[in-house]
């Protein structure tokens, strides 16, 4: 057979396999689809709507020039498909562009009923409230509002505890110390406390969002929902959204409440209890900040080769990303840095870390490439789902020495709660013997400063164990 009918031969083969439905390994997913493979299958006469639904499916991003356009046209490419491909490669603004944000917090009465381990959700609320404010990057402007700490203004009772300013480590640590004296005494002014954050914004310039924590509806007779609609409509900047945290609320009640994300353009979490809570603050936070890591670069003016390798930092295949990795390491591709920190943030890994050397790999690319992003990436590591995840994270602050990155490894300790250290020995979870150990190897000082404030605040007492336990071998 001759070698071109062969090629074309395994190509549609290929392209047949994507469409059969079928799943290869109990981790796979959409492959990616190269620029070169593109052209390959139109010169095969591919139909263009399997083109279509293939170029969707893909993880690539295509940043097409004048010669890549050129190449699509003349292997028969329609203006449609070409649109296609530029769509994948213009992303939409990420949210993790905000740059203001606005928290609103629920200090009514109600926040004072117990949960089912005897705690109040008020505690819970506390937490998550600070663990919010921990996962803000420093030089991000941040407004937080109560309402409901007086019970005498009744309606009225809305203060500002934070004008909208510029974050550091001293405003952080101020700002808990704040909410750790907060009572939970008023009434519910949702609409009122919305327009006061609408006044925090108005003179804003920069990308902002609003998020509001509550365990309940309005009940002092404003509309929030119109008010959220009123603030998108007013403020251009609103790109962020009205995104709400629905605590421990009724189907009614959580219905209710979720018109106020949807008429403000943000995001809904319903959080039945603390651990859904704890789940439903740090997917707020990946949203809303874990992917400024991960901003894309123009590959125009790269070559085939060099495209072609940035691609497979998506693949499937855990040691295609592995050889791929290595590959724009050693020939110093520095436009590879966003696709290494997707891979760092995004690809699977194995129970006990196991699975993690595509990601090791990724890493130590990332830091010969851009050292510059260590921070940002495993900042965002440590605000990832996977605790697994977090846990390497911590090791490898220690073994690239990113000391940009102990804040955040101060605030996933501070964020600890009774599942993270359940069923597991005195000395509590990996992950939370990895962050003691990183800050341990770091700055022992600040490993102290922590476990004492673990201590001292608003944590679970399995947590608190943990930290005295931590504490005794530290000192």
């Known amino acids: 057979?001759?070698?071109?009918?062969?090629?074309?031969?395994?190509?549609?083969?290929?392209?047949?396999?994507?469409?059969?439905?079928?799943?290869?390994?109990?981790?796979?997913?959409?492959?990616?689809?190269?620029?070169?493979?593109?052209?390959?299958?139109?010169?095969?006469?591919?139909?263009?709507?399997?083109?279509?639904?293939?170029?969707?499916?893909s993880p690539s991003h295509f940043i097409l020039g004048a010669d890549q356009l050129a190449a699509l046209r003349a292997a028969g490419a329609t203006d449609k498909l070409i649109a296609a491909m530029q769509k994948k490669g213009a992303l939409a603004p990420a949210r993790s562009d905000v740059q203001d944000f606005v928290l609103i917090l629920?200090?009514?009465?109600?926040?004072?009923?117990?949960?089912?381990?005897?705690?109040?959700?008020?505690?819970?609320?506390?937490?998550?409230?600070?663990?919010?404010?921990?996962?803000?990057?420093?030089?991000?402007?941040?407004?937080?509002?109560?309402?409901?700490?007086?019970?005498?203004?009744?309606?009225?009772?809305?203060?500002?505890?934070?004008?909208?300013?510029?974050?550091?480590d001293e405003a952080k640590a101020a700002l808990t110390r704040q909410i750790e004296r907060l009572n939970a005494v008023g009434h519910t002014p949702i609409a009122k406390s919305l327009a006061a954050a609408g006044r925090?914004?108005?003179?804003?310039?920069?990308?902002?969002?609003?998020?509001?924590?509550?365990?309940?509806?309005?009940?002092?007779?404003?509309?929030?929902?119109?008010?959220?609609?009123?603030?998108?409509?007013?403020?251009?900047?609103?790109?962020?959204?009205?995104?709400?945290?629905?605590?421990?609320?009724?189907?009614?009640?959580?219905?209710?409440?979720?018109?106020?994300?949807?008429?403000?353009?943000?995001?809904?979490?319903?959080?039945?209890?603390?651990?859904?809570?704890?789940?439903?603050?740090?997917?707020?936070?990946?949203?809303?900040?874990?992917?400024?890591?991960?901003?894309?670069?123009?590959?125009?003016?790269?070559?085939?080769?060099?495209?072609l390798l940035i691609e497979q930092l998506a693949d499937p295949s855990f040691e295609v990303r592995r050889a791929a990795a290595s590959a724009v390491a050693q020939r110093k591709i520095t436009q590879a840095a966003p696709a290494l920190a997707r891979l760092i943030l995004e690809a699977e890994i194995g129970r006990g870390l196991n699975w993690s050397y595509d990601r090791d790999d990724a890493i130590d690319a990332l830091a010969q490439l851009a050292p510059e992003r260590l921070p940002k990436v495993l900042t965002a590591a440590l605000q990832a789902e996977s605790a697994n995840l977090r846990e390497w994270a911590a090791g490898e602050i220690v073994d690239h020495k990113v000391m940009a990155a102990l804040p955040a490894?101060?605030?996933?300790?501070?964020?600890?709660?009774?599942?993270?250290?359940?069923?597991?020995?005195?000395r509590g979870s990996a992950e939370a013997d990895a962050l003691a150990d990183c800050l341990q190897k770091l700055a022992p000082d600040r490993l102290a400063e922590t476990l004492v404030k673990i201590i001292r605040g608003p944590h679970d007492e399995n947590v608190k164990v943990w930290a005295t336990v931590m504490l005794r071998v530290v000192q």
């Open 200 to 307: 925090q914004l108005a003179a804003s310039n920069a990308m902002s969002s609003i998020i509001l924590l509550t365990d309940g509806v309005e009940s002092c007779h404003g509309d929030p929902s119109a008010e959220a609609a009123r603030l998108v409509a007013q403020i251009p900047n609103l790109r962020g959204g009205i995104n709400v945290i629905g605590y421990c609320l009724g189907d009614a009640d959580s219905t209710s409440v979720r018109q106020i994300s949807r008429a403000g353009k943000g995001a809904y979490y319903d959080a039945k209890d603390a651990q859904e809570l704890t789940a439903s603050v740090r997917k707020l936070e990946r949203e809303l900040v874990q992917a400024q890591a991960t901003e894309e670069v123009d590959l125009s003016e790269l070559s085939p080769v060099a495209r």
């Open 1 to 57: 057979m001759p070698p071109k009918l062969w090629k074309q031969l395994v190509l549609a083969l290929g392209l047949l396999a994507g469409f059969s439905g079928r799943v290869p390994a109990a981790h796979a997913q959409a492959p990616a689809v190269t620029f070169d493979r593109v052209v390959e299958y139109l010169q095969l006469d591919v139909s263009e709507a399997k083109l279509l639904q293939l170029i969707d499916n």
């Open 106 to 168: 629920d200090c009514s009465g109600s926040m004072n009923d117990k949960l089912a381990d005897g705690t109040s959700k008020w505690r819970s609320a506390q937490r998550a409230a600070m663990e919010m404010i921990r996962s803000i990057p420093e030089g991000r402007n941040l407004c937080v509002i109560a309402y409901g700490l007086d019970a005498t203004r009744k309606c009225e009772a809305i203060d500002v505890l934070r004008p909208l300013s510029p974050l550091d």
């Open 409 to 426: 490894v101060e605030a996933r300790l501070l964020a600890l709660t009774d599942r993270d250290v359940e069923n597991r020995t005195i």
